[in-house]
């Protein structure tokens, strides 16, 4: 299973775009990128995956390199309600066993 | 929304009590996944099931046992509870996908403490 590396913490202000890099130097060329979302007491919640280029859906976009050793989440116009740990999974197709690293706490603040 | 479910979502329990943590799913999923995580940790995979009678043990040793009879339920056993058990168990189940991959939807988790 590929490693993720990625910030322990970020802060932010309401109203800004955050953007939250991933390295993966290891990825295969069957995994996917995956973040998840977790806020206190809750489980995992899905955000966005992608292969590779671009991924947009109506909360956040994915970019992600040519050579795929780094993806970056970014957050439009964030707001305190996106105060969470955002967390990088790199997993292979077919729906295997996810490792989740220690996460990004993004606060953001008034 | 994702239907999957958790029962109790809060537990408190004396030590050497065995205790069984409830998690069912109503989206036909094959895969299912329990996960350990403390306050302000990462989660630890400690069991996952393929499907109905396979069950395999995660990355992290754990003292509980699964089983898997039915599709819908995945239950996680803890014959003699211990303080050192005292964590939050999330449970998680995901459809196999071929070649994509599939995303994992997570329980509300239950927060267990053993005295």
């Known amino acids: 299973l590929a490693k993720t590396t990625q910030p322990i913490s970020m802060d932010s202000y309401e109203g800004q775009e955050v953007n939250i890099t991933c390295s993966h130097n290891n990825i295969a060329t069957n995994d996917y990128i995956t973040w998840y979302q977790q806020f206190p007491s809750q489980g995992p919640r899905f955000i966005i995956q992608g292969y590779k280029t671009k991924v947009t859906n109506e909360v956040a976009s994915l970019f992600i390199p040519a050579d795929r050793k780094s993806s970056t989440l970014s957050l439009p116009r964030v707001s305190l309600s996106d105060t969470a740990v955002y967390y990088c999974?790199?997993?292979?197709?077919?729906?295997?066993?996810?490792?989740f690293g220690t996460g990004t706490q993004l606060k953001v603040e008034l | 929304e994702a239907d999957i479910y958790q029962t109790p979502r809060y537990l408190v329990i004396g030590t050497g009590k065995k205790i069984t943590l409830e998690c069912s799913q109503t989206?036909?999923?094959?895969?299912m996944y329990w996960y350990q995580q403390d306050p302000g940790m990462e989660l630890h995979l400690i069991h996952y099931s393929y499907g109905v009678n396979s069950t395999e043990k995660g990355d992290l040793s754990s003292e509980s046992t699964v089983s898997r009879i039915r599709t819908e339920h995945f239950p996680l056993t803890l014959e003699s509870a211990r303080p050192s058990h005292t964590s939050q168990y999330l449970c998680a189940s995901t459809h196999s996908g071929t070649g994509r991959t599939e995303t994992q939807y997570f329980g509300p988790g239950t927060r267990l403490l053993v005295l």
């Open positions: 989206m036909g999923h094959d895969k």
């Open positions: 999974l790199v997993e292979t197709g077919g729906g295997n066993k996810l490792t």
